[in-house]
């Protein structure tokens, strides 16, 4: 039998004691700006904090002390391009054609830095992409979507990475989450300087493979297994730039009212050496899963000015919501209609521990990535030469028609999550307690049928509809 571990046994639950002011309220104090920083198949149980036997992470804890953790916070996909995707526009990656790793953005779809740049928030991203292109002057590199100033990899990097800035190759030495902190940093001076407000995503490389460390982070694991301590000193550079992040954020004298939020893209793919059930926290799946593991991801928050430090909120949600959220925290109108996210400002300045009734929907299409090779694609721009791994994959315009919805899907509405498995020619419904039984490991359906016949019909509506959009994106209607 699984054990479930307690995501966070170390925090403590704090009651917000005050009910007025701008701590509580759901309208806090402008915000000054935001920092967006994103693992690359994190876990839910790879902190310290969670209780993993070989990953230390002192800075996500004292960041955790200080501000919010979300313990029921879903990547929208098991795998990468697709949640970024998410983020970036509030939306379930199936509405958006961004299936499966690889696979670009649509330039029609709205995103999070295009909203905010128009309300005069200046937007930089640092880090993967891995949504489209890091040419300059083309609709799916980061320019254009929406950011001003970038310092991408089309993919994974690790050590000494060449980054596309602002479509120009420049190579780098270092350890690669520090390489793209430190140009985050220089960012946060320039605009803290300016007195601007400011968005700036960092998204980190690791620990996706491959594993790489400089050797004073290997030998400061030696009390891993040998095998894992590449991967254990690449979690460790991530949480050292996160406490980098927020010693300048401290010394700027912009932390109070910077919304600064770490989460991960989707579960862990830890190496054989570590048990799967420590980087998940127990709970089922991994990364590629619609298990709990494959989608629970940390969420930490610090908003200093507008959120009560020390508090937990199991609410669920997911990277969906980070749009209307930062777009509300930055005083930006977000899109009325279309989104699968809300905003979370009632839970993140403590008005709220739970969020009015919806479900969540997730959805793997049976469609191939694109592998893609950063420091090849990179290599080949450097020689101003095409690469063929930059190809953008094809996918069949009838692949979501009206009669079919192939793919596995999810639904979690509460406490419940219902599984729609496809099964010789028809679906199988699992559904599972997750507040009861948060290792997904005893089967509802046949005890709960009525329940089970409800979630799956709300599962299939918004199939659905994620399935309309996505044919407007296929039929070149959007």
């Known amino acids: ?42 876990g839910a149980g790879e902190l310290s904090s969670a209780g993993h036997p070989h990953i230390a992470t002192p ?3 004292a960041l955790a002390r200080d501000g919010l953790t979300l313990t ?7 795998v990468c391009s697709p949640t970024r995707a998410s983020v970036l526009t509030g939306r379930h990656p199936v509405r958006t054609t961004t299936f499966a790793w690889g696979h670009d953005l ?32 083309l609709p799916t590199s980061p320019g254009g979507q929406g950011y001003a100033t970038w310092a991408a990899a089309p993919n994974f990097f690790d050590l000494d990475p060449d980054l596309s800035v602002n479509g120009r190759v420049v190579s780098h030495e270092g350890e690669g989450s520090e390489v793209i ?20 995503t960092i998204w980190f490389g690791s620990p996706h493979n491959p594993h790489e460390a400089l050797p004073e982070d290997l030998a400061a694991q030696a009390a891993a297994p040998e095998s894992a301590r590449a991967y254990c000193a690449e979690i460790a550079a991530v949480d050292r730039c996160v406490g980098r992040v927020r010693a300048e954020l401290e010394t ?14 989707n579960g862990p793919r830890p190496p054989k050496a570590l048990a799967r059930t420590d980087s998940t926290a127990g709970l089922r799946g991994i990364k590629g899963t619609l298990w709990e593991g494959g989608l629970r991801v940390p969420s930490i928050l610090r908003w200093p000015a507008a959120s009560p430090p020390g508090r937990t909120v ?19 109108p977000a899109p009325t209609e279309g989104l699968d996210g809300t905003s979370l400002l009632p839970l993140l300045c403590g008005d709220a521990n739970e969020l009015p009734p919806r479900g969540l929907g997730f959805w793997t299409v049976p469609v191939r990535g694109r592998p893609q090779h950063g420091d090849r694609i990179l290599a080949a721009m450097a020689r101003g030469e095409a690469h063929p791994e930059e190809t953008p994959p094809s996918v069949d315009a009838e692949l979501l028609s009206r009669e079919s919805l192939p793919g596995r899907a999810a639904w979690i509405r509460g406490r419940y999550k219902l ?54 994106h296929l039929g070149g209607r959007r």
């Open 252 to 265: 700027l004298g912009v932390a109070d009212e910077t919304l600064l939020w770490f989460t991960s893209d």
């Open 181 to 200: 902190t430190a140009r985050a940093l220089s960012f946060l001076r320039e605009v803290a300087d300016a007195d601007t407000p400011f968005f700036v």
């Open 106 to 137: 649509p330039p029609a779809e709205t995103t999070l830095p295009e909203l905010l740049t128009a309300r005069g928030v200046r937007t930089a991203h640092f880090g993967k992409w891995h949504l489209g292109s890091v040419r300059a002057g």
């Open 1 to 42: 039998m699984r054990r479930v571990r307690n995501l966070c046994p170390l925090l403590l639950l704090v009651a917000c004691a005050s009910t007025s002011g701008d701590v509580a309220s759901s309208k806090p104090r402008p915000c000054r700006g935001v920092v967006l920083l994103l693992a690359d198949d994190l």
């Open 314 to 332: 199991d609410a669920p949600c997911g990277t969906i919501d980070l749009l209307p959220t930062i777009a509300a925290a930055l005083d930006a």
């Open 59 to 61: 800075h996500l804890d």
């Open 72 to 78: 029921r916070f879903n990547a929208a996909a098991p």
């Open 419 to 472: 599984h729609s498995i496809p099964a010789e020619g028809t679906r199988r419904l699992e559904l599972y307690d997750l507040a009861a039984d948060p290792g997904e490991e005893e089967d509802l359906a046949d005890a709960e049928p009525e329940l089970a016949s409800e979630l799956a019909a709300e599962l299939e509506a918004w199939r659905r509809s994620a399935a309309a959009d996505a044919r407007a």
